[in-house]
DNA sequence: GTAAGAATCTGTTTTTTCGCAGGAAAAGGC
DNA sequence: GCCTTTTCCTGCGAAAAAACAGATTCTTAC
């Protein structure tokens, strides 16, 4: 028997569930659902599992994976708390991404029957599950295809501004709320481990960012929007030209 | 007054309105639709432009585009019968990518509103659509990803057999049902004209197809999934390492 | 604290890709 | 059909990126 927290009491309120599901349907899948807990780095799925259902994310931060030539690794997508893991695909169907947690990270896991009669009935769930996916997609297509354009240089000031907008910054220090490796930001980037290193020297050389270890702190956050404006006027405009408001001026 | 075709009569059966709409909403979608027509090159909607509902392709192919660095077009994505275009987002957004006819092509817009009330009581259509953009988001996902890390080569080989999955291939002569100009095919695979036309003149010295103007021949499918292959085992495992049936051997 | 191992950094070489220039071929308009 | 315009093709030099090798620093286990 599972020790499942009642949907109606969890403080995740971001949830699809907690925030477009009927108090009786709320119920039935806090019955229904399994709590999961992953300690940092360990797999919630593998390449080629089949997967029977969805998983929730309830808190922590996940990286999907996939593996390309050479056995190696590529990072195609990050989420965090709110975020959905696990399409939901035909029964047959395999899967040929990984899921890996990158702090210690709980979930809830639902079954593809119990989501598929929740989906039939309360529309407001199906809906806004398929604006999330429609609203993902536009993104995703978007910004992989700028990204197949970008200089080395461009890849990495986006992935900066990218685990930004997924993980957000430490407002007292500036610094990334995400402990990533050279190696896995350039798994994002899409580019080897020496220029990921190369360009952020660079870019502490030009004040953009401040290396602390891992920690990595945006500087001057307009600085690299600028870098990669060209290519993304709409994704950023809210940002860019605006001044900076710190006061900090970027190299030019 | 517009002359709408009643979609209980369409003669499109893969549209999600005909699968998963009751009649009575079949109806009430006939009744409120404009039907569009529009001409080979012509411009569906444009790149920030608000976009007031969805287009579904009745009959036609479609390019998304989305402009980079120094005005360069980029193909996001293709669509073709059956597909719906002009992703669902809120009323104040704007749409950083445009929708251009590659071919005469016939669409069905619905207004949001009606498109809403439509999904709040066809929980079946709300189902499939979240089910289709699931899907389209994890198969981007995997591709773009992939692309960033392939080679000129193997970008080209993996754009050749995305046209033959979306487009599909004249069973007569093995040519890709689409005729897409050289900087088209680029602006998929996300490279220059030079390099596309350079690829396509060896591929065909390697007898992997045959060029007959902008006509492209499939002549040695399997020899091009093999190019791709330790990329994509998972995408492209039902045609590979399967035998050519038609008896081609490619150049090993 | 120490030592082993892993990750990070830097310089150099090699490979790949880009992009111009100019000629050939094809497509489209009349 | 013919002519104009666009697209396609090829070679070459420049630029960018990747790959390698070795030094340094940081982690982590004991």
């Known amino acids: 028997m599972e020790d499942n927290i009642n949907c109606a009491y969890c403080n995740n309120k971001v949830c699809f569930i907690n925030q ?14 399994n709590q999961l807990w992953y300690k940092k780095g360990q797999y919630i799925f593998r390449e080629g599992d089949r997967i029977f259902g969805l998983y929730f994310i309830e808190r922590g931060k996940v990286k999907i994976i996939s593996t390309g030539l050479n056995n190696k690794e590529q990072i195609v997508r990050l989420a965090v708390t709110g975020h959905v893991i696990g399409h939901r695909g035909e029964n047959h169907e395999t899967y040929p991404i990984g899921a890996v947690a990158l702090e210690d990270t709980q979930l809830c896991f639902l079954d593809n029957d119990i989501v598929y009669e929740a989906f039939m009935n309360n529309p407001n769930l199906t809906f806004s599950l398929m604006m999330f996916y429609s609203s993902e997609l536009r993104k995703t297509e978007i910004r992989e295809r700028h990204l197949a354009q970008m200089s080395i ?23 990334l709320n995400a402990v990533l490796s050279r190696q896995e930001i350039a798994e994002i980037a899409g580019t080897s481990v020496e220029q ?30 600028r870098i990669v404006a060209p290519h993304n006027k709409n994704r950023y405009s809210s940002a860019w030209p605006r001044p900076n408001r710190n006061g900090f001026l970027g190299k030019q």
């Open 20 to 33: 477009h599901c009927s108090v009786n349907w709320m119920n039935i899948i806090s019955e229904a659902k």
């Open 153 to 175: 240089r461009e890849k990495i000031a986006d992935t900066l501004l990218y685990l930004k907008e997924i993980f957000g910054m430490n407002s007292t220090d500036g610094s």
């Open 196 to 225: 990921v290193i190369r360009e952020l020297t660079d870019f502490e050389n030009e004040k953009l960012i401040i290396k602390q270890g891992r920690k990595i702190i945006l500087f001057d956050v307009d600085g690299l929007v």
